[in-house]
Nanobody
Framework: QVQLVESGGGSVQAGGSLRLSCAASGRTWSLSAMGWFRQASGKEREFVTAITWNSGITNYADSLKERFTISRDNAKNTVYLQLNSLRPEDTAVYYC???????????????WGQGTQVTVSS
C-alpha cells in the first residue's frame, strides 16, 4: 500500500493560481500512475488528471486540460498539480490518488490521500 499526503491547497481569487503537491510513501515501487480527483460540495468525485509513473503519459478531464497541468518528480515520489486561471466552480476538495499494476484512467485508484481544500472566490 502507498500513503499519500497532499499539500498546497488554500483560498485564491478568481483568475489566480495554486500548485498542489502529493507525496507518496510506503510501497512506492508498486506505483503505475498517480493523479488527482476533486469533489465539490454536494457533487460526485470527478477525475481531474493522472500521469503514468514510468513514462509520464498524462490524461486529463477534457474540460480542465487547458488550465491544469500535472507533473511528477520520481526521485521525490511526488506529483504536482498546477491550477491556473482558477474559477469559483473549481472550488472543491482535491484528492491525490495512486494506481498499482495496470493503469487506465477508468480503473479505480488503489490509494487515496486525505484531500486538500481549494476555494476560489469571485
Amino acid at each position: 500500500q502507498v500513503q499519500l499526503v497532499e499539500s498546497g491547497g488554500g483560498s485564491v481569487q478568481a483568475g489566480g493560481s495554486l500548485r498542489l503537491s502529493c507525496a507518496a510513501s510506503g510501497r512506492t515501487w508498486s506505483l503505475s500512475a498517480m493523479g488527482w480527483f476533486r469533489q465539490a460540495s454536494g457533487k460526485e468525485r470527478e477525475f481531474v488528471t493522472a500521469i503514468t509513473w514510468n513514462s509520464g503519459i498524462t490524461n486529463y478531464a477534457d474540460s480542465l486540460k487547458e488550465r491544469f497541468t500535472i507533473s511528477r518528480d520520481n526521485a521525490k515520489n511526488t506529483v504536482y498539480l498546477q491550477l491556473n486561471s482558477l474559477r469559483p466552480e473549481d472550488t472543491a476538495v482535491y484528492y491525490c490518488a495512486s494506481w498499482g499494476g495496470n493503469y487506465h484512467r477508468t480503473f479505480p485508484p488503489r490509494d487515496w490521500g486525505q484531500g486538500t481544500q481549494v476555494t476560489v472566490s469571485s
